[in-house]
């Protein structure tokens, strides 16, 4: 680890492909709705490229302005469609949370999942007791990579506030970019690393393969 990076103080945690393997979901419905309104497919490259913002982000300027909503209903219902499907959790994931939970780290989630869709499935996952504060989109004025955001996540702590001793955990450019744009430290899970552009201008302080890694790595590094 880089002498600058500080020890954390917070670890902030992406949700879906982070947490959760739920990366096939996310892609089968977003090119559900891509060909319910007679747009192109996206690949898997043009996906790893694209997604991550929240639909209230991303759609307007994928389907416009005027189809934006249109196109966020169509994606919930695809992906309401594969709820009963649940996500799993990356191997080790829960066991890396549950002991991350027992320091005196204070733990989030901030995703852009919708907020109740999210917070359903971490209790689902019978993991909400790991976490302090869970922030999905739509629950701040602004999503994720949103100063409002993150605020909003760190809030059940009242003194924390974005810095670089809050660690921000996610796999994708929009976590990178959340990290960067708040003055914290970028963490990058590489459960599906992103294309190394996107990554150019907010590149990751830290990378893991996965939860699990980044547990220990605090855990024997820190306590």
């Known amino acids: 680890m880089s002498l600058e990076i500080p020890p954390p103080k917070a670890l902030v945690f992406d949700w879906d492909d982070t947490v959760t393997d739920n990366w096939w979901r996310v892609y089968q419905s977003m090119n559900k709705t891509l060909r319910s309104l007679g747009e192109a497919e996206w690949t898997r490259e043009e996906a790893l490229a694209r997604l991550g913002p929240s639909a209230r982000d991303l759609f307007p300027a994928v389907f416009g302005v005027e189809r934006a909503e249109q196109a966020a209903d169509l994606y919930y219902g695809f992906i309401d469609e594969l709820r009963s499907e649940s996500p799993g959790l990356f191997p080790g994931a829960a066991e890396a949370l549950r002991a991350l939970s027992e320091t005196p780290l204070y733990l989030a989630v901030l995703s852009n999942k919708r907020g109740e869709a999210l917070r359903r499935e971490v209790a689902l996952l019978g993991l909400e007791d790991c976490f302090s504060c869970i922030i999905g989109a739509g629950d701040a004025r602004e999503d ?53 552009e996107m990554l150019a201008e907010t590149p990751p302080h830290l990378r893991f393969q996965g939860c699990g890694d980044l547990s220990a790595y605090v855990l024997e590094r820190f306590f």
């Open 144 to 196: 994720k990579p949103g100063r409002a955001a993150l605020e909003m996540a760190l809030g059940g702590a009242q003194h924390l506030a974005p810095a670089p001793e809050i660690w921000f955990v996610g796999d994708s450019y929009i976590d990178m970019q959340c990290a960067h744009f708040n003055g914290c430290t970028a963490v990058l899970v590489e459960t599906k690393p992103p294309p190394p």
